[in-house]
């Protein structure tokens, strides 16, 4: 039996776990990556992060944020000792697994990856920071360093600040289209046909690629979304989607769905 394709619009990591259980599922994956990330003011981020005491907590929300600051280290501006060692006794709030990890792959602890999604990690600064702080320190008088990019949504900032957080955000990365994404889509659908699959991973990949997808191969094939932000951003461009995924999911477990979906539709 033929395999079925399935378009995943992210960049294909070195021995990508989603392409190993696609194939393992009888589906043929095709990586498309929709974005590109420029890292910007990785010095003004790295005098930010010199100073832990200024601040409550380090809110994470993007695996690229991470990687904004693995980048101050591998530029010379920050030592990863220095960071370890800065911020081992101040908060650091990541959200979802992905980026939980990314954190720990620097060397930091975290806390908050059971969230998911931005919002509800605000509701979770929010508690922590009153189960773990004097009452008199509720909402903390130093603010939380927030690292992020030029499209970051606005649920976490303002959820903060209506329970009295003030934040400190820096823009680390800028969040662009891939120059060829629009080419390969093309000689993709011509070499392959068209996907009976578009597994979309976050809503600024929603927001670009579907400036650029013909709407018709949209109503024709079966569309997957990474958690309840790229889904509530898919649903609201009008495009139905057949399944969602939450974070704590692993790749086998998605393939595993959409194979489910399939064989009762």
Not at 102 to 122: F, H, K, P, T
Request: aromatic fraction near 8%; glycine fraction near 8%; proline fraction near 6%.
């Amino acid at each position: 039996m033929d395999q079925k394709t399935v378009w995943v619009l992210r960049a294909e990591k070195e021995n990508d776990p989603y392409k190993k259980a696609f194939f393992e599922g009888g589906y043929e994956p095709l990586f498309l990556e929709v974005l590109s990330f420029e890292y910007v003011n990785q010095g003004g981020l790295a005098e930010r992060l010199k100073r832990p005491a200024e601040y409550s907590g380090l809110v994470l929300t993007s695996q690229n944020a991470v990687t904004a600051i693995s980048s101050t280290i591998d530029l010379g501006l920050l030592s990863r000792e220095q960071l370890v060692a800065g911020w081992s006794s101040v908060p650091v709030y990541a959200v979802g697994g992905a980026t939980a990890s990314a954190v720990r792959a620097i060397g930091l602890d975290c806390v908050g990856e059971e969230s998911g999604q931005a919002d509800i990690l605000a509701d979770f600064i929010v508690s922590h920071h009153q189960e773990g702080t004097r009452h008199d320190d509720v909402p903390p008088k130093r603010p939380l360093l927030f690292p992020c990019g030029n499209l970051r949504r606005d649920a976490l900032p303002e959820k903060l600040k209506a329970s009295g957080f003030s934040l400190e955000e820096i823009v680390c990365y800028n969040t662009c289209v891939a120059k060829d994404f629009t080419l390969k889509m093309s000689e993709l659908c011509k070499e392959k046909g068209n996907p009976q699959w578009i597994v979309f991973f976050s809503p600024s990949g929603v927001n670009h690629s579907l400036k650029v997808i013909d709407p018709h191969l949209l109503s024709r094939t079966k569309i997957c979304a990474f958690g309840p932000s790229t889904s509530g951003a898919l649903t609201s461009a009008g495009v139905a989607v057949h399944v969602a995924f939450s974070s704590p999911y692993q790749p086998q477990q998605l393939a595993a769905l959409l194979a489910d979906h399939d064989d009762s539709s």
